[in-house]
């Protein structure tokens, strides 16, 4: 009895089982595909390219013109004409890995921008600024290195891809390096030169102070056997 018990709650659990997944796979799931997913997904991110453009425009009404670098106009040139290739002739595969990376880094890069609106009493939180940098020039030494894997390997991805992505992204890395340089290096050189100098004129100071308190002490021991002297003949006199 207990063996038909067991069978019987075995084959109810079964039927179930197969029950809910023919559901999901027949209705929820009927029309879903991976594969078009996957193409959304980089649909979404061509239409993330282009509302970046937004960016010039907000430089440019807020009169900031001079954050419209070189750097900023190629960027924001080239990723809008590359996402829509890959949108149009083969969105997913091994192409979506620079899509995924720099959502990432976006995501971090505009989450900075967003805290730095609430103005000066964030600015001690805002600390890792200059590692948002950094971060991008680390993202595209991985897009190289995953990109060279076409070069060996067939995973259906068109090769000739890596004409446009290596280049692209040897020359970003070249950009930022240079923008890292420029904004950062630079800026701390300068600190450390300021302080030195500060610290320099402070030493100068106090050598300079040290010298005239000599001077005043050499003098006065200078005069005092002469003021002893007159001392001693007033008194004779008296």
């Not at 990723?79 to 995501?107: A, C, D, E, Q, R």
């Not at 730095?116 to 030494?141: E, N, R």
Request: hydrophobic residues 45%; glycine residues 4%.
């Amino acid at each position: 009895v207990q063996s038909t018990s067991r069978e019987s709650k075995l084959n109810i659990t079964t039927t179930a089982t197969h029950l809910i997944h023919f559901f999901f796979k027949l209705s929820i799931f009927f029309y879903y595909s991976f594969f078009a997913q996957e193409a959304f997904g980089v649909y979404v991110y061509y239409l993330a390219k282009i509302t970046e453009l937004l960016d010039t425009v907000f430089f440019v009404l807020r009169k900031n013109e001079r954050q419209v670098t070189f750097l900023h106009v190629y960027h924001h040139s080239v990723m809008p004409l590359i996402s829509w290739g890959t949108t149009k002739y083969f969105p997913g595969g091994h192409g979506t890995f620079i899509g995924w990376i720099n959502s990432f880094v976006h995501i971090v890069m505009y989450t900075y921008y967003f805290l730095s609106a609430f103005g000066p009493k964030m600015q001690k939180y805002l600390w890792w600024k200059s590692h948002i940098t950094t971060l991008q020039m680390v993202q595209f030494c991985m897009v190289f290195i995953h990109q060279t894997q076409l070069l060996y390997t067939d995973c259906g991805y068109p090769r000739w891809s890596v004409c446009f992505t290596l280049p692209n992204a040897i020359f970003f890395y070249y950009l930022f390096n240079d923008f890292y340089q420029k904004s950062y290096k630079k800026k701390q050189q300068a600190q450390a030169d300021a302080l030195s100098a500060k610290c320099a004129a402070a030493a100068a100071a106090a050598a300079a102070a040290n010298d005239n308190n000599n001077d005043i002490s050499a003098k006065n021991l200078n005069g005092a056997p002469a003021n002893t002297a007159n001392t001693a003949q007033e008194k004779k006199h008296l």
